[in-house]
Structures are given as structure tokens and as C-alpha cells.
């Protein structure tokens, strides 16, 4: 089964940010899908927008690419700090993530 069969999502928009307050700093996400995510100065992922720059406002959140869900949905599994969400845009449910069900 895909990612996407998966989660239900059947090519619907998702988006994806990273809670600070829980980030350890690891940069699996990064080793991941370095496209999404990146470690500023502060050692914390961040999300980046669609002009490269890391999104820092809280809870600030990019769109997934389709070709990169796998890597974003395997940053969210592999977390050690469970602070990487990955919800869909229609109606904000958590697909991937501690949030998810």
C-alpha cells in the first residue's frame, strides 16, 4: 500500500510544520527531505517556503510536495522529538504525526 492509499489522501493537498517547543535538533528530517526541512543557527528544523527561506513564524506550515510525501511521511515516523505534523489542507486533519490516528 503507498503513503497516500495509506493516509487517505488520494492526491488531496497536504502541508507540513514542525513544533519547536518539541524538536530535538537531530536533523532526521532534514536528512530526509533537506527540500522541507532545514536546521537554522538555533539547532531546531524548520519548514521551508516556496522560495527556500525557513518559515519561523510558530506553526508555520509549506505544502508537501507529491514527489517528496514519502520522505516528508518518513521525517514524521522517525522524529525522535514527535514534533514533525503533516495534515491535509481541506479540513486540517493530522494524517502523519503524534497527532494522528
Not at 497536504?14 to 536546521?39: M, N, S
Amino acid at each position: 500500500m503507498s503513503v497516500q492509499q495509506e493516509a487517505g489522501v488520494d492526491g488531496e493537498a497536504l502541508e507540513v510544520w514542525v513544533d519547536q517547543d518539541l524538536c530535538t535538533g537531530d536533523g532526521i528530517c532534514a536528512q530526509y527531505a533537506p527540500e522541507v526541512f532545514e536546521l537554522d543557527i538555533d539547532g531546531l528544523a524548520y519548514v521551508k517556503g516556496a522560495d527556500d527561506e525557513l518559515l519561523q513564524a510558530p506553526g508555520a506550515a509549506t505544502p508537501v510536495p507529491l514527489p517528496l510525501l514519502t520522505d516528508v511521511v518518513d521525517s514524521a515516523k522517525e522524529c525522535p522529538g514527535e514534533c514533525i505534523h503533516v495534515r491535509r489542507v481541506s479540513d486540517r486533519a493530522e494524517v502523519y504525526g503524534p497527532d494522528s490516528e
